[in-house]
Each structure stands twice: as C-alpha cells, then as structure tokens.
C-alpha cells in the first residue's frame, strides 16, 4: 500500500509539474508582440514594432497573462455614408483604411482589443472625411483635388489614431457617387443638355450646308453661263470662218460651189422614205439630177390640155 501511493502521488507530481511548466511557457511569433500581464499591470512588452524578439518566453504559471496582437497591416472597411458638399451636393462615400499597431501597451489601455479599435477609427474615419469634404466641391472631390484630399485626411486620422497607439498606413476613398434619386436627375439633366447640343450642331450643320449648296448652285450658274457665252463665241466665230471659207470657195470654183450646195440641199430635203415633193422636174432644183455637169435641159414644144399640166407638175419619191 505505501508503495502504490508513493508511485501515485510521484505520478500527481509529476503532472503538477508539467501542468505548472506548461503554464509557464509561451512563444510570440515574427508577426506577434505580446504584453504579460500580472494583476492587471502591464508587466513585459515583447517582439514591439522596431524590435525584432521572437521566440521562447517564461511567465509565472496562473499569476500572468499573456495578450497577443498583429503586427501585420490591418483592414478596416468603413460603411457607406451620404456626405454634403461645399457646394451643396450629396455624395455617397465608400472609403477603407490599413492600419498598424505600434505600440501594443497603449493600445492596450485605450483600446483593449481590436474590435474595439476598428470602432473607434472608424468614427474618426467618418469625422475627418464628413470635415474635410464639406469644404471641398464635387468636383474637386471626384477629379481635382482627390488625392490631396485623402492625404489631409490620413494626416487628421493619423493624430487621433496615435492616441490608440496604431499608425494609418494607407487610407483611400474607393467610391465617390451622387445618391440614386440624384443620379436619375442627373442623367436626364445630361441627356437634355447633350440633346440641346446635338440640336445646335445640326442646325449649325444644316446652315453650312445650305450655304455651301447655294454657294455651288451659284457657281454651277456662272461656270454655265460663262460656257454658254464661251461656246456661242465659238460658235459665231466658226460660222464666220465658214462663211469666210464657203465665199472663198465659191469665189475660186462656183461651179463646184453649186454642186456642193445642190448636194446638201438634196441630203436635207429629201431625208425618210416618206419624203414627197410637187416641184418641175426642169427646175434647178433637179439640175444636177438631170445632168452631172448641172446643164439646163434643152425647152421642149409646150403641149396642151392635159399633157400640159402633167408637164409642168412632177413628184420625186
């Protein structure tokens, strides 16, 4: 009996032991800085943000407590809010921060716990953008001054941050819009104003058009009537220097000259199949007809009655 509870209370032993040393042992990672708490007092700060301690740590097992926190960049997304500008408009905001813890033992004591931090910098958040951009105007916010802006508020986030012992590294606006109801409106004011343009440019359109159709219909009369003028010059200039050169013809051979013209006569007057004419076949008309050489035909006794009058008619088909 004695020797099973010595073995019994060795093996207790034993497990106090392990219990106590576990309990007494803790690591804190590359990306952990760890306060140890005794009583509530911040006793210890290890692996802190500019030092580089992890590793293996000692506490007193059941008297001290251990809290770890990141050092890693942490992300807080704000929710959307409806903020007034300069000049009257109202914008829907969307924006989100990264922050990191550099000192833990303030952090601790302003914040506890990142939960409540995330709270509390989004309220300063929210303070600095709702300050900052009702100073500024829509336009300005959305496309001028948008970086400036962030930058001024990251500075005002950044002093109150330190506060809770965390650092601001990056803070951003990710959307900026115009309130549903306000978009609608400002579309339709938009489609209006692009349609009073398009409006003014075709009429502006259509004027240049009609004055460079009358312009051409101008020059399409001129250019016509200079080329008529031009080509009835012409015209009465070759019919003269015809003229000139038929008399010269007919004063050098006129007996070629009435033949040429008795040719012409006999090529207009006797034009289609159709063609009759009541004429003496004596006449000069047919001299040529009648003769190469254009001689008169010798006179002929006249005879009376009807042979007569079917002498001096004839028709040429």
Do not use: C, W
């Not at 760890?34 to 007092?41: C, D, E």
């Not at 020059?219 to 000139?244: H, I, K, M, P, W």
């Not at 005879?303 to 002498?311: K, Q, S, Y």
Request: net charge positive; proline share 3%; aromatic share 8%.
């Amino acid at each position: 009996m004695n020797g099973s509870a010595l073995r019994t209370g060795g093996v207790f032993l034993l497990a106090v032991i392990a219990v106590a040393l576990y309990a007494s042992v803790f690591t804190v990672g590359q990306m952990q800085q760890a306060l140890v708490i005794q009583f509530g007092r911040v006793r210890t700060v290890l692996n802190q943000t500019g030092t580089e301690k992890p590793g293996l740590y000692f506490k007193v097992p059941f008297i001290e407590n251990v809290v770890l926190f990141d050092k890693r960049v942490l992300d807080l997304d704000l929710p959307v809010q409806t903020l007034l500008t300069a000049d009257r408009q109202n914008l829907e905001v969307d924006a989100f921060a990264r922050y990191r813890i550099i000192d833990p033992l303030r952090f601790y004591q302003s914040a506890n716990n990142v939960l409540r931090a995330n709270t509390l910098l989004a309220s300063f958040t929210n303070s600095s953008l709702r300050n900052v951009l009702a100073r500024s105007t829509r336009d300005a916010i959305v496309r001028t001054e948008r970086s400036h802006l962030m930058n001024v508020i990251q500075g005002d986030v950044n002093t109150q941050a330190k506060e809770l012992g965390v650092e601001i590294v990056d803070l951003r606006m990710t959307r900026v819009d115009l309130p549903a109801q306000n978009s609608t409106a400002v579309y339709k004011r938009m489609i209006t104003e692009r349609n009073r343009e398009a409006a003014d440019i075709r009429a502006n359109g259509d004027q240049i058009s009609a004055t460079i159709k009358a312009k051409a219909d101008r020059d399409v009369t001129v250019v016509l009537s200079e080329a008529n003028q031009t080509a009835e010059t012409l015209r009465g200039q070759g019919d003269g220097d015809r003229n000139r050169i038929l008399v010269e013809a007919f004063g050098k051979d006129a007996d070629f000259f009435a033949f040429y013209r008795s040719m012409q006569a006999y090529e207009t007057s006797l034009k289609g199949p159709e063609t009759r004419l009541v004429i003496n076949p004596n006449s000069d008309f047919f001299r040529y007809f009648n003769d190469p050489q254009g001689r008169a035909p010798a006179t002929a006794p006249r005879a009376t009655g009807a042979a007569d009058a079917g002498a001096t008619t004839g028709t040429a088909r």
